[in-house]
């Protein structure tokens, strides 16, 4: 029989078993454990004022995190924790530790810090992106009509989906509360480089406005933009004239044809979730927004910055 760690649950049910005075040989059968383990954990966890379930809890996250990698150094941990609250996964953290050479230690020992710390009452467990539990929408169907003109990302150039070169870009909407206000959200596929901005009104014309101003700095490196069937990209023949840019159009109901896209915007929603009224972000908020998201390395360009690859390309030209 393979061994598992007792659980949170576990060493509560056993505080209760034996309280309730039954003895170990009990418990054991009770909960389906070896009498030894049970033993074994009473005795190790037990104090002046008998066994401690929540003391027990801790000493056993400590004592994996311990076994599980490297022990962090003080200086490590400090750079992990400082990195943690500028919104960088532990995975992010320990692939930028090893790419520059530096102390490492694994993304899982990073986990079982933050574990940790949330089990003594800390908040380092809030800076991780997902806190919640997706739930599956059934029956959402657009019958909006369509846009004229539209061009499938069929006709999309191969070369498009190999990330071989810079200029690719997605867009789409991060919609606000009662969708009264939005966040245009761009992204160049290759570098993973972020543009935000925000529109009062998700109107056609007001997105177009704004996708126009984000992209035109960057003229060099516009060569495609693919986004979703929303009727706020309807003036998508302005933009493509605008910008000099092919346009294209994914499938409906297929995120994963801009699933960079998709991503960012998840990421996006750490710092503006769902629910909350966007008619309180100003300027600085999306700048800083922007600075996080383009400034964290990242897996996929060998934890290098988006900054750093997308202005490279910029210079080079």
Sequence with gaps: MTYTHLTQDERYQIYILKKAGHRQSEIAEVMGRSRSTISREIKRNSGGRGYRPKQAQQRSLEKQARKNGVTISAET???????????????QISGYLRANALPGVSHESIYWRIYADKQRGGTLHKTLRCQKIRKKRYGNRERRGTIPNQVSIEERPAIVDTLKRYGDWEGDLVIGANHQQALVTLNER????????????KTAEAVTDT?????APFSGLVHTLTTDNGKEFAQHERIAQSLNVQYFFAHPYCSWERGANENMNGLIRQFFPKKM?????????????????NHRPRKCLGYKTPHEVFMAQIQSL
């Design 277 to 293: 009224c966007f008619e309180s972000i100003t300027t600085q908020d999306m700048t800083d927004a922007m600075d996080y998201l």
């Design 190 to 201: 290759k570098s993973r480089y972020t543009l935000l901005e925000k529109v009062t009104r």
């Design 77 to 91: 941990w400090a750079f992990a924790e400082d990195r943690l609250r500028a919104y960088w996964s532990p995975e």
């Design 211 to 215: 996708i126009i101003s984000l992209l």
